[in-house]
T-cell receptor, first 115, second 115 residues
């Protein structure tokens, strides 16, 4: 069965420090991986995606993610955290199920950047 | 261009009532998916429509139903509301049924409170 795990409910990081939000996945075939961010009382906003190609994907707002096939991981990273990065982050995987593309989201990780 | 529009933004209903939520996708987008977001469960997939046909359905009871119109606008209906149906309901639109290529654009959601 297709699944996504975000092992940390919350990540706290000091402003200016590097941040990592973890994501591991399980899917049949080649994975299509996404990161979304959600600010309070808003929908999810697309950050970045991995379809194929370079394992390091660059996205919006200075975020990047590293695809590691052997570890089935797709961790979100940023070299220097900003207070405005504080939000809820969701990892998602797309795989094939019954001939259709199926999207599965993780449970989300709350990122708190401390001034 | 206009984003994904969900109406109403907030709704308070009493147990046993029914409710209809509306979603207007981005112009030209033909795929609409619905998700239920709760603090403990993350995003749970409800259903997906493409060209007025339901292509995929999540593990929700039959009280949850939806439909899509010829202009791609979608509605979801919940009958016999229960307290546990209180959640943020998110609609996401995609250009085609191939989200892996195009990803989702989310609306801001409808916050449903059942009392």
């Amino acid at each position: 069965a297709q699944s996504v795990a975000q092992p940390e409910d919350q990540v706290n990081v000091a402003e200016g420090n590097p941040l990592t939000v973890k994501c591991t996945y399980s899917v049949s075939g080649n994975p299509y991986l996404f990161w979304y961010v959600q600010y309070p009382n808003r929908g999810l906003q697309f950050l970045l995606k991995y379809i194929t190609g370079d394992n390091l994907v660059k996205g919006s707002y200075g975020f990047e993610a590293e695809f590691n096939k052997s570890q089935t991981s797709f961790h979100l990273k940023k070299p220097s955290a900003l207070v405005s990065d504080s939000a809820l982050y969701f990892c998602a995987v797309i795989g094939l199920s019954g001939g259709y593309q199926k999207v599965t989201f993780g449970t989300g990780t709350k990122l708190q950047v401390i001034p | 261009k206009a984003g994904v529009t969900q109406t109403p933004r907030y709704l308070i209903k009493t147990r046993g009532q029914q409710v209809t939520l509306s979603c207007s996708p981005i112009s030209g987008h033909r795929s609409v998916s619905w998700y239920q977001q709760t603090p403990g469960q993350g995003l749970q997939f409800l259903f997906e429509y493409f060209s007025e046909t339901q292509r995929n359905k999540g593990n929700f009871p039959g009280r949850f139903s939806g439909r899509q119109f010829s202009n791609s606008r979608s509605e979801m209906n919940v009958s016999t509301l229960e307290l546990g149906d209180s959640a943020l309901y998110l609609c996401a639109s995609s250009l085609t049924e191939f989200q892996a290529n195009y990803g989702y654009t989310f609306g801001s959601g409808t916050r449903l409170t059942v009392v």
